[in-house]
T-cell receptor, first 112, second 114 residues
């Protein structure tokens, strides 16, 4: 089945140690998104790629970066994770900006 | 800026009872509206969407939602709830031109009693 796959499902990292989360898709969608969802809160958009064009939300901290080396893969890099970055990170894709988004299962990040 | 309000943080219903989850949005033009469901520790699954046309939208798992422009609402309904429907439900809005850049409500946690 075509889908959005996030690896790993659970990630533990040390305070200040760079960490990378991975997302891949078999839907061949043009747009890929990263959302951050803290405990008992709504998902919050961090940034998105339309093809190779990167679009950062205005309030996304500089500590968060992203890479999209090809259509299928997108990575979320957290350069120096703090305790406040512990959250579920959700990757989503959409065929276009005006169509619905499909989400992966998420990666739960713990910072120790 | 667009926003979404889900007034009910937590709702408990008995299995077999009807369900209505409330959602109000704020957006200047015609919005794109979505309901997603999230089981514990899982990602978000799309239940249904409204882009245009018929204001009563049918979704998966027996859910439906009605867009009421006059009330800025997009309430989710199900006539008979099953125990497996217990989850967190998120209403979301996308704006014209960027429907899939979503602003989510804070969610409603549904508990189903047997």
């Amino acid at each position: 089945d075509a889908m959005v796959i996030q690896n790993p499902r659970y990630q533990v990292t040390q305070f200040g140690k760079p960490v990378t989360l991975s997302c891949s898709q078999t839907l061949n969608h043009n747009v890929m998104y990263w959302y951050q969802q803290k405990s008992s809160q709504a998902p919050k958009l961090l940034f998105h790629y339309y093809d190779k064009d990167f679009n950062n939300e205005a309030d996304t901290p500089d500590n968060f970066q992203s890479r999209r080396p090809n259509t299928s893969f997108c990575f979320l890099d957290i350069r120096s994770p703090g305790l406040g970055d512990a959250a579920m990170y959700l990757c989503a894709t959409s065929r276009a900006l005006v169509t619905e988004a499909f989400f992966g299962q998420g990666t739960r990040l713990t910072v120790v | 800026a667009q926003s979404v309000t889900q007034p009910d943080i937590h709702i408990t219903v008995s299995e077999g009872a009807s369900l209505e989850l409330r959602c109000n949005y704020s957006y200047g033009a015609t919005p794109y509206l979505f309901w997603y469901v999230q089981s514990p520790g899982q990602g978000l699954q799309l239940l249904l969407k409204y882009f245009s046309g018929d204001t009563l939208v049918q979704g998966i798992k027996g859910f439906e939602a009605e867009f009421k422009r006059s009330q800025s609402s997009f309430n989710l309904r199900k006539p008979s709830v099953h125990w497996s429907d217990a989850a967190e439900y998120f209403c979301a809005v996308g704006n014209t031109g960027t429907a899939s850049k979503l602003t989510f409500g804070t969610g409603t946690r549904l508990q189903v009693t047997l």
